[in-house]
């Protein structure tokens, strides 16, 4: 299992960050080859006023899943997205899901914030990224509250 200090995964392993605490497995790209989300709901706790949690997404490979090309977004990376203001990703990453939602033949990542903040206290949100080829990007997310 990869873990935050392993080279080409993002992030670093700090104490009490939960990597691992959610995932999903599907088709994000279009290779033939499944691909792994990893949650890490506490990444950042208490270090940015705009969000915490960080998902990640690993490319599967014919050899499993790989390192390379990892991507990852916080929280706090989708805080624009989500109008910014009131609407705060906490604990980014609690749930996940690899999904077609959009009916393309591709899976969006669809991750669960259920401690948002919208602007009530855990309110809750779900973001839905398409991934596709450049990974997951705080920019390419619609947010639901």
Same mark, same amino acid.
């Given at each position: @299992? #990869?873990?935050?200090?392993? +080279?080409?995964? #993002?992030?670093? !392993?700090?104490?009490?960050?939960?990597?691992?605490?959610?995932?999903?497995?599907?088709?994000? $790209?279009? $290779?033939?080859?499944?691909?792994?989300?990893? /949650? +890490?709901?506490?990444? $950042?706790?208490?270090?940015?006023?705009?969000?915490?949690? @960080?998902? =990640?997404? @690993?490319?599967?490979? #014919?050899?499993? &899943?790989?390192? =390379?090309? !990892? =991507?990852? &977004? =916080? /929280?706090? !990376?989708?805080?624009? +997205? +989500?109008g910014g203001g009131d609407v705060i990703a906490w604990h980014l990453g609690a749930t996940l899901a690899i999904g077609d939602a959009n009916g393309e033949g591709l899976g969006e990542v669809v991750v669960g914030a259920p401690g948002a903040q919208t602007p009530h206290l855990n309110g809750g949100l779900v973001a839905v990224f398409t991934g596709r080829t450049a990974g997951l990007s705080g920019t390419a997310v619609r947010i639901f509250t």
């Amino acid at each position: @299992m #990869p873990q935050q200090d392993q +080279a080409g995964v #993002p992030g670093a !392993a700090e104490r009490d960050d939960y990597f691992g605490y959610s995932l999903a497995i599907g088709k994000v $790209n279009n $290779n033939r080859c499944n691909d792994l989300v990893i /949650g +890490a709901l506490r990444e $950042n706790d208490g270090v940015s006023h705009h969000g915490s949690g @960080m998902v =990640t997404l @690993m490319w599967g490979s #014919p050899g499993g &899943v790989s390192s =390379t090309g !990892a =991507t990852s &977004v =916080t /929280g706090s !990376a989708v805080y624009g +997205a +989500a109008g910014g203001g009131d609407v705060i990703a906490w604990h980014l990453g609690a749930t996940l899901a690899i999904g077609d939602a959009n009916g393309e033949g591709l899976g969006e990542v669809v991750v669960g914030a259920p401690g948002a903040q919208t602007p009530h206290l855990n309110g809750g949100l779900v973001a839905v990224f398409t991934g596709r080829t450049a990974g997951l990007s705080g920019t390419a997310v619609r947010i639901f509250t």
